[in-house]
């Protein structure tokens, strides 16, 4: 047997190994990075869902005192007592809290969203404990760009999660036509 013939199977052998080496660390890379990915991923859905339910829940007992203040109707009125400011400001310090985690898991364009629909709840917090704004909007037209900004937050939201549609609902009139109110202040969808 010739030199050649002897180590040919053994350069083959060894580029086998090698190259098997080489596709099983790209396939373990790939199953790392899938699984960071789903990893991040579930934690910004939750950071995402957790902070949109608080601050839907803040807007709810603004509304509340809003309509104590007789700045809109409604049937369930918050009278403004130590105790629920209290409770108004432990919410929104959780809020606070909450949108801590959104700084670092969100992108650019959920965090900017992030931001207006903390400005519009902060404008319906004001009106709806009576202090001083800037301009002359109502609790309804203040409502109504809540409304907007939350739903341009969880649009930015599902973009950076992936979700695909970029259109959350389609138009659906508020209130409803059996609803005897037509302030848009009333309810929250």
Excluded at 37 to 58: F, G, I, P, Q
Excluded at 85 to 110: F, K, M, P, T
Aim: no cysteine; hydrophobic share 40%.
């Amino acid at each position: 047997m010739s030199l050649a013939s002897q180590v040919l199977p053994l350069v083959g052998v060894a580029t086998g190994a090698v190259l098997s080496l080489v596709v099983s660390a790209v396939n373990e890379r790939t199953q790392w990075r899938r699984q960071q990915s789903v990893r991040w991923d579930e934690r910004r859905l939750n950071a995402y869902a957790e902070y949109a339910h608080t601050v839907k829940e803040l807007s709810n007992r603004y509304r509340g005192l809003a309509i104590a203040r007789g700045l809109t109707t409604g049937s369930t009125p918050l009278e403004p007592t130590a105790a629920t400011l209290e409770e108004l400001a432990a919410a929104e310090a959780h809020r606070s809290a909450l949108a801590e985690a959104l700084w670092l898991l969100g992108d650019v364009d959920s965090n900017t969203a992030a931001v207006q629909l903390n400005r519009a709840l902060w404008h319906l917090e004001w009106l709806a404990r009576g202090r001083p704004t800037a301009g002359t909007a109502t609790w309804p037209e203040a409502y109504l760009e809540f409304r907007k900004t939350r739903e341009d937050f969880l649009r930015a939201a599902r973009r950076d999660l992936g979700v695909s549609g970029g259109q959350i609902t389609r138009d659906v009139p508020w209130p409803p036509q059996w609803h005897p109110s037509s302030d848009t202040g009333v309810g929250n969808p």
